[in-house]
């Protein structure tokens, strides 16, 4: 089962969006959610993650700017990004942590204009 992101668009630097991906039981119950980017001819890299526990990891570009949290009912992870800027335009993913490639959705664009 892919993972699918959703809640993408373009907002102008400063906004806000909010990106939400629902996973299954299992899956949730058991491993950590994490939220990823890529860009054209970058790697894909690991933004934000919350362990099932509750406690949450950012890397430093987000830190302050970025929130994710998890709702165990719906099995969904969100990622609230504030105060966004247009190094933040990417195609933003959700898996598992760790990764494992047959999880990969299609992402979701976030386009930050200046």
């Known amino acids: 089962v892919q993972l699918q992101a959703y809640g993408g668009g373009l907002v102008q630097a400063g906004g806000s969006l909010r990106l939400s991906c629902a996973a299954t039981e299992t899956m949730f119950s058991i491993y950590g959610m994490g939220w990823f980017r890529q860009t054209p001819g970058k790697w894909r890299e690991l933004v934000a993650w919350i362990n099932t526990d509750g406690s949450t990891v950012y890397v430093d570009s987000v830190k302050g700017r970025f929130t994710i949290s998890r709702d165990n009912v719906k099995n969904t992870v969100y990622l609230q990004m504030n105060s966004l800027k247009p190094e933040d335009t990417a195609v933003y993913y959700c898996?598992?942590?760790?990764?494992?490639?047959?999880?990969w959705g299609q992402g979701t664009l976030v386009t930050v204009s200046s």
């Open positions: 898996n598992r942590v760790p990764a494992q490639a047959r999880y």
